[in-house]
């Protein structure tokens, strides 16, 4: 699933395209997915991750310690 977030789980929505004739076909909207890279100072390395751009708002405001802590509460491996 490469359009996931990490940490808040946003995932892609369908639902249809509609033609100016009112046809109606299958579309995705996907989350705007960035792979950032964050300094984890506990475990003195980088980590990569795969964030919508309001999980990166979230890691600047709480703090990338907290993120990844959450991120792992989920069950993701980091």
């Not at 033609?19 to 990569?48: A, C, M």
Request: glycine share 8%; net charge positive.
């Amino acid at each position: 699933m490469s359009a996931h977030c990490m940490l808040t789980g946003a995932q892609p929505g369908f639902g249809n395209t509609i033609s100016h004739s009112h046809r109606r076909t299958s579309r995705r909207f996907d989350p705007n997915i960035q792979s950032k890279r964050y300094w984890l100072p506990s475990e003195g390395r980088h980590v990569r991750l795969k964030l919508s751009t309001k999980g990166i708002k979230t890691v600047d405001t709480i703090g990338v310690e907290a993120a990844v802590a959450r991120i792992r509460a989920r069950g993701v491996k980091v």
